[in-house]
Nanobody, 120 residues
Framework: QVQLVESGGGLVQAGGSLRLSCAAS????????MGWYRQAPGKQRELVAR???????NYADSVKGRFTISRDNAKNTVYLQMNSLKPEDTAVYYC??????????????WGQGTQVTVSS
């Protein structure tokens, strides 16, 4: 089995910062891309940022210049540093990882979600 455990969400004022972490555990052979998605009430889940195993990143236009995604391959962990937060960043943030396990086709795994609330 594989688990993704997120941490770091919370309540912050506009202009503030938060850092999300997501650690993958279990019988993992390798992790391809890792990313963060978010879902606000009444809206579809959307990609926030994604990073490949080689470190290539891409971001949603709405967070470019404010959010930074990084990963520690030795720890199977991905981070999302969020600066200059805005009320419209309020959402449940989900970690995602494309994981390869021995004898199992590559599969996308999701964390349980962590709430980020930005007050104005």
């Amino acid at each position: 089995q594989v688990q993704l455990v997120e941490s770091g969400g919370g309540l912050v004022q506009a202009g503030g910062s938060l850092r999300l972490s997501c650690a993958a555990s279990g019988t993992i052979f390798s992790i391809k891309a890792m990313g963060w998605y978010r879902q606000a009430p009444g809206k579809q889940r959307e990609l926030v940022a994604r990073i490949t195993s080689s470190g290539t990143t891409n971001y949603a236009d709405s967070v470019k210049g404010r959010f930074t995604i990084s990963r520690d391959n030795a720890k199977n962990t991905v981070y999302l540093q969020m600066n200059s937060l805005k009320p419209e960043d309020t959402a449940v943030y989900y970690c995602n990882a494309a994981i390869l396990r021995v004898g199992v086709p590559p599969h996308d795994y999701w964390g349980q979600g962590t709430q980020v609330t930005v007050s104005s």
